[in-house]
């Protein structure tokens, strides 16, 4: 949840209002944004991860 909101602030922030100011709880300091990362810690960008074929589902064919 907190990734998809700070994409909406990034690609789609609302005009008249400020992007929310997420804060950890136990310190009061801000958050770091979401990334996603491989197994080595590197950060990826869409750009860099794929869908292997064999892990789409199969989509039947219609027999009308």
């Given at each position: 949840?907190?990734?998809?909101?700070?994409?909406?602030?990034?690609?789609?922030?609302?005009?008249?209002?400020?992007?929310?100011?997420?804060?950890?709880?136990?310190?009061?300091?801000?958050?770091?944004?979401?990334?996603?990362?491989?197994?080595?810690?590197?950060a990826?960008?869409?750009?860099?991860?794929f869908?292997?074929?064999?892990?789409?589902?199969?989509?039947?064919?219609?027999?009308?």
């Amino acid at each position: 949840v907190i990734a998809l909101r700070q994409w909406g602030d990034k690609w789609n922030p609302a005009p008249d209002e400020a992007p929310l100011d997420l804060r950890d709880r136990a310190t009061g300091r801000p958050i770091h944004t979401v990334e996603v990362q491989d197994a080595d810690g590197k950060a990826l960008s869409i750009r860099d991860v794929f869908v292997p074929e064999e892990s789409l589902p199969v989509r039947k064919k219609n027999s009308a």
